[in-house]
């Protein structure tokens, strides 16, 4: 009688586990892609809510700077603010906290953008979603969404929120 495995047997088991271990490992990575694209979602909405607020004390939306909101410090008297680096800026008047940090893109070599009319009477805020089939892309194509921000990395931006008077792939005057 022999004891131990052939070496058929032996690599037949290795085969097995190196297929379990993808499935399992790109399972998991799909769950993490999933969890930073519902962050981004929760991101931009969070943002455009204190934006909302900032309208109704204002009549108009806070300038940008690049890519950034500018509304931290924020002088009133003047219509001017600093830019809110993504992730740490506080948006605020002096008197009020629009948003207590500024919410950045999970990943650090992304970014979000924002962009304001002319007029600060409408605005666009996007994010790059990872996940291609992902419903919410603009006009439902995450490979080709419209637009021509990008959010890092040459990469266009997929996602967007906007105020109620203008859509994502609209240009701003």
């Known amino acids: 009688m022999k004891k131990g495995f052939t070496l058929v047997e032996l690599l037949v088991v290795m085969a097995i586990i190196a297929i379990l ?7 998991f990575r799909s769950s993490q892609m999933r969890g930073r694209d519902a962050q981004r979602k929760s991101d931009l909405k969070q943002i455009a809510n204190a934006l909302e607020i900032f309208f109704a004390d204002y009549g108009k939306y806070p300038p940008a700077s690049g890519v950034q909101i500018a509304a931290c410090s924020y002088n009133p008297a003047n219509g001017t603010g600093t830019a809110c680096a993504w992730g740490s800026g506080s948006m605020n008047d002096g008197k009020t906290t629009y ?75």
């Open 99 to 173: 948003m207590r940090t500024v919410a950045a893109d999970p990943i650090s070599s992304q970014n979000y953008v924002y962009r304001v009319s002319s007029t600060q009477n409408m605005y666009q805020l996007f994010a790059r979603l990872e996940n291609p089939e992902d419903k919410n892309c603009i006009g439902g194509d995450c490979a080709n969404p419209g637009v021509t921000a990008t959010c890092g990395g040459g990469n266009l931006c997929n996602f967007g929120v906007t105020s109620t008077n203008t859509a994502p792939a609209a240009p701003l005057p």
């Open 21 to 27: 271990a993808t499935v399992i490992i790109g399972g």
